[in-house]
C-alpha cells in the first residue's frame, strides 16, 4: 500500500519526538515572516528558536531557519503545510543528530580584565576558534570624572572642556598653546614653502582656528571630517 501524502495522516505506532532545523526559503515580502510563525502556532508546533536572512537581493528571497521538535510524523505535516504556503519557494529539514549535516553556534561573550585574564579566556576557548570583534584597550576609571562629564555635558559648560583635561590626555587650552608654538616654530618659519601637516581632528583644528583668527572658546566648535583636506595661506 503507498505511502499516505496527507499531512493528517495518523501514525501506526508511538514515535520518538527529535529535535529538526528547518530552512525555509520565502519570498522577501511584509507579512510573510507571521504566516510563517502563524502556521506552527496554530497547530500547537513549538518554535525553540527561529532567524531571518536575506540570501539574493536580485531575487528577492529570504531564508528562515526554525528548530522545533516533534515526531518524524509531525515533521511531515510541518513539512508539507509550509509547502502549501504561497510565498514558500523551498522546504528542507535536517535532523538534529544527523552526521552528513554540520551544525554550529556561536556566542558573543564580554570579558573585562586585563591582559592577562583575556590571553586565559582565548587559551580556554581555542578549541573553538575565538574571534576577537573589539577590543578597548584603556577605559576610564575614575568616576568622579566621568560624573563632571556627564553634569557639564547637561549644561553644555564649554568652560569645563577648555580648561580640565582626560586622565593621561590635554584640556583644549593645552591643544590650543600646542598648536600655537606648532605654528611659530614650524610653520612660519618655512612659510615660502608649501608644508603638509598630518594629525587628528583635534589639533587640526586648534591650527586652523589660530590661523584664522579665532579665540579659544571658538576652537572646540571646529568640525573636521575623517579624512578631510584643507589648505591655508599663512
Known sequence: MPKSKSAYSIPTKKQKPDTYIFVVWVD???????????LFSGRGYNIESLAVAEVDAVKNIS???IVTTGTPQVIDQIKLQL????????????????????????????????????????????TFNP???????????????????????????IKYWLFNQFPEGESY???????????????????????????????????????DGL???????????????IMRSI
Open 173 to 211: 587650552s593645552e591643544v590650543f598653546i600646542r598648536a600655537k608654538h606648532f605654528i611659530s616654530e614650524t610653520l612660519q618659519k618655512n612659510n615660502n614653502q608649501i608644508q603638509i601637516v598630518v594629525s587628528h581632528g583635534g589639533f587640526i583644528g586648534a591650527c586652523l582656528s589660530i590661523i
Open 83 to 126: 509547502k502549501k504556503l504561497v510565498p514558500v519557494h523551498k522546504v528542507a529539514d535536517f535532523k538534529r543528530e544527523d552526521k552528513n549535516v554540520i551544525f554550529k553556534e556561536m556566542a558573543l561573550l564580554k570579558v573585562v580584565g586585563n591582559k592577562s585574564k583575556i590571553d586565559k579566556c582565548l587559551k580556554a576557548c581555542k
Open 28 to 38: 522577501n515580502e511584509a507579512g510573510v515572516l507571521a504566516r510563517v510563525v502563524g
Open 215 to 229: 579665540e579659544i572658546n571658538d576652537f572646540p566648535h571646529y568640525k573636521i571630517r575623517n579624512c578631510e583636506i
Open 131 to 157: 574571534v576577537i570583534l573589539d577590543k578597548t584597550i584603556t577605559f576610564i576609571e575614575d568616576s568622579e570624572f566621568v560624573d563632571n562629564v556627564v553634569e557639564n555635558l547637561k549644561t553644555k559648560d
Open 63 to 65: 531564508r528562515i531557519t
